[in-house]
T-cell receptor, first 112, second 110 residues
Framework: DVKVTQSSRYLVKRTGEKVFLECVQDMDHENMFWYRQDPGLGLRLIYFSYDVKMKEKGDIPEGYSVSREKKERFSLILESASTNQTSMYLCASEGTGMETQYFGPGTRLLVL | TQLLEQSPQFLSIQEGENLTVYCNSSSVFSSLQWYRQEPGEGPVLLVT?????EVKKLKRLTFQFGDARKDSSLHITAAQPGDTGLYLC??????????FGKGTRLSVIA
């Protein structure tokens, strides 16, 4: 079974803190994604990556950066957390040309 | 940019009732997918429909792709509390990244 794990299920941070969200997949997938999910707004793509050290901006990259130093790991970084970044963050991975996108369980981030 | 509109946004029904949710686009999609997200979890793929007019069944769930490949529907027969969740449509495959609809949040009350 494909497994996508996220470092934390729940996270509480203060405004201005640097926040790291980690995602690891165990199926050697090339493509990895970070989404945020908010009520009424659905899933919005923040960043994605097709390969190690590659990154592409999604629909809402402002205030975020990413790192992909190893194929299995894709990190989302909030350089200076703000209250409007309070959200559910979902990581996903997929093999190139494959049908299924596999999601992690999500990290619910609260920025105070 | 291709967009997917889902309706209704919310649906609350009694156990045993039937329901249909919809996914519509102004653009033609080469394929559409349906995902279900249970509370506290990430979305999980249910089905991919590829051919216009295609119907796929997954136990009590019936998925249909419109003839013009601009719309899709999900029909649930005799809904159960375990069907509760957020239903998302997405596409098109094999392209990436996927476009997701905003989802239909279904609550089935026992």
């Amino acid at each position: 079974d494909v497994k996508v794990t996220q470092s934390s299920r729940y996270l509480v941070k203060r405004t201005g803190e640097k926040v790291f969200l980690e995602c690891v997949q165990d199926m050697d997938h090339e493509n990895m994604f970070w989404y945020r999910q908010d009520p009424g707004l659905g899933l919005r793509l923040i960043y994605f990556s097709y390969d190690v050290k590659m990154k592409e901006k999604g629909d809402i990259p402002e205030g975020y950066s990413v790192s992909r130093e190893k194929k299995e790991r894709f990190s989302l970084i909030l350089e200076s957390a703000s209250t409007n970044q309070t959200s559910m963050y979902l990581c996903a991975s997929e093999g190139t040309g494959m049908e299924t996108q596999y999601f992690g369980p999500g990290t619910r981030l609260l920025v105070l | 940019t291709q967009l997917l509109e889902q309706s209704p946004q919310f649906l609350s029904i009694q156990e045993g009732e039937n329901l249909t949710v919809y996914c519509n686009s102004s653009s033609v999609f080469s394929s559409l997918q349906w995902y279900r997200q249970e509370p506290g979890e990430g979305p999980v793929l249910l089905v991919t429909v590829v051919t216009g007019g295609e119907v796929k069944k997954l136990k009590r769930l019936t998925f249909q792709f419109g003839d013009a490949r601009k719309d899709s529907s999900l029909h649930i027969t005799a809904a159960q509390p375990g069907d509760t969740g957020l239903y998302l449509c997405a596409g098109p495959r094999p392209l990436t990244p996927l476009v997701f609809g905003k989802g239909t949040r279904l609550s089935v009350i026992a």
